[in-house]
């Protein structure tokens, strides 16, 4: 019996076919294009069809479909939240899914960070772990964290949102949409402070000096860091500061076998995997971020995807969920 995993992301929409051994046997990627609210989930309902259709000519029997969303996933309602989504505040999406598949073929929906650490449990950098966290820096920053063999989701499924977590003082008006953390130290975040620096300093004329306003990007800032301008090693060497305090917090809390990095950034930042580490040891438990080992990501761009499809595997005939 094989399953269906679903990863969906702020610009497109990944689903493949899993055997039970984690073996990919369709794959597609759709871009979302200009699509916002139930065009996003009518978008997910046609793939799904699609590869239902692809699953019956082949003769491979579907019995379950897991959905990683770029936000939160409310497992008391159905409905989601994607921040980068028009449209989709509280949107039914579970409700959407089961309205178009057959009523034998089980539905199950988390968030990204979450199915992060997932599929990295299945088939990544956490294997044989019970106690990791998946630090996914990207346009935002989030958190998936395994304890004890489950993964932590919280009261009201929110846990890991760590672009909040609290590093800097005094606070801001402008932490209030993302959080000091991902302000500072996300993919957005750089091109933030890059740009404050750059307003900031009348004597730059370096490599970011046409790229003021919103053409920056993080890719921008880790090109001119090679070529050592100024302002690109201040903005990363202010994001070696924030990423190695939050893994003193994540360390000193949760004590984890490891953290895991992925997400856009990491990415062009795993080169600064020992900066980081050399800065969280300032601040954290001192035995536990001796013990901690920090990773790149095995599955890359397709973590999300391969937990969606764990997740899936797990929800046949009501398996423990991880």
Same mark, same amino acid.
């Given at each position: @019996?094989s399953?269906?995993? #679903?990863?969906?992301?702020?610009?497109?929409?990944? /689903?493949?076919?899993?055997?039970? =051994?984690?073996?990919i046997? +369709?794959?597609? /990627?759709?871009?979302?294009?200009?699509? *916002?609210?139930?065009?996003?989930?009518?978008?997910?309902?046609?793939?799904?069809h699609?590869?239902?259709?692809? $699953?019956?000519k082949?003769n491979?029997?579907?019995?379950?479909?897991?959905?990683?969303?770029?936000?939160? %996933?409310?497992?008391?309602t159905?409905?989601?939240? &994607?921040?980068?989504?028009?449209?989709?505040?509280n949107?039914?999406?579970?409700?959407?899914?089961?309205?178009?598949?057959?009523? %034998?073929?089980?539905v199950?929906?988390? =968030?990204?960070?979450?199915?992060?650490? #997932?599929?990295?449990?299945w088939?990544g950098?956490?294997?044989n772990? *019970?106690?990791?966290?998946?630090?996914?820096?990207?346009?935002?920053?989030g958190?998936?964290?395994?304890?004890?063999?489950k #993964?932590?989701?919280?009261?009201?499924?929110?846990?890991?949102?760590?672009?909040?977590?609290?590093?800097?003082?005094?606070?801001?008006?402008?932490?209030?949409?993302?959080?000091?953390?991902?302000? +500072?130290?996300?993919?957005?975040?750089? !091109?933030?402070v890059?740009?404050?620096?750059?307003?900031?300093?009348?004597?730059?004329?370096?490599?970011?000096?046409?790229k003021?306003?919103?053409?920056?990007?993080?890719?921008?800032?880790?090109? &001119?860091?090679?070529?050592?301008?100024k302002? $690109?090693?201040?903005?990363?060497?202010?994001?070696?500061?924030?990423?190695? @305090?939050?893994?003193?917090?994540?360390? %000193?809390l949760?004590?984890?076998?490891?953290?895991?990095?992925?997400?856009?950034?990491?990415?062009?930042?795993i080169r600064?995997?020992?900066?980081?580490?050399?800065?969280?040891?300032?601040w954290?438990?001192? /035995? !536990?971020?001796k013990?901690?080992?920090?990773? $790149? %990501?095995?599955?890359g761009?397709?973590?999300?995807?391969?937990g969606?499809?764990?997740?899936?595997? @797990?929800?046949?005939?009501?398996?423990?969920?991880?």
């Amino acid at each position: @019996m094989s399953v269906i995993g #679903i990863d969906l992301g702020g610009t497109k929409l990944a /689903i493949a076919i899993f055997d039970s =051994s984690g073996s990919i046997q +369709h794959k597609n /990627i759709n871009p979302l294009e200009k699509r *916002k609210g139930k065009e996003v989930g009518e978008l997910i309902n046609s793939s799904i069809h699609t590869c239902l259709g692809f $699953a019956v000519k082949n003769n491979i029997s579907i019995d379950s479909i897991g959905i990683c969303i770029p936000g939160i %996933s409310y497992s008391r309602t159905g409905t989601v939240w &994607a921040p980068n989504i028009s449209g989709w505040e509280n949107y039914p999406l579970l409700k959407e899914i089961k309205s178009v598949v057959n009523d %034998s073929i089980k539905v199950r929906i988390d =968030s990204d960070r979450a199915c992060y650490i #997932i599929g990295e449990v299945w088939k990544g950098s956490a294997q044989n772990c *019970k106690d990791a966290i998946f630090l996914a820096v990207g346009t935002g920053i989030g958190a998936g964290i395994l304890v004890d063999g489950k #993964i932590l989701r919280g009261s009201n499924d929110i846990a890991g949102a760590i672009g909040w977590l609290a590093l800097d003082k005094p606070f801001y008006q402008k932490y209030i949409s993302c959080g000091c953390f991902e302000y +500072h130290a996300s993919g957005d975040g750089l !091109a933030k402070v890059a740009r404050e620096f750059l307003k900031n300093d009348n004597d730059y004329n370096g490599t970011l000096e046409d790229k003021k306003d919103t053409l920056l990007t993080a890719k921008d800032i880790f090109d &001119a860091y090679d070529k050592n301008d100024k302002i $690109a090693v201040k903005v990363i060497t202010e994001a070696i500061e924030f990423w190695g @305090m939050a893994v003193a917090n994540l360390v %000193s809390l949760f004590n984890p076998e490891k953290i895991i990095f992925g997400g856009g950034v990491f990415g062009p930042g795993i080169r600064f995997l020992g900066p980081v580490k050399d800065e969280a040891q300032k601040w954290a438990q001192p /035995i !536990a971020v001796k013990q901690v080992s920090l990773e $790149a %990501s095995k599955l890359g761009g397709d973590a999300g995807l391969y937990g969606a499809g764990y997740l899936a595997l @797990m929800n046949q005939d009501n398996k423990d969920q991880i």
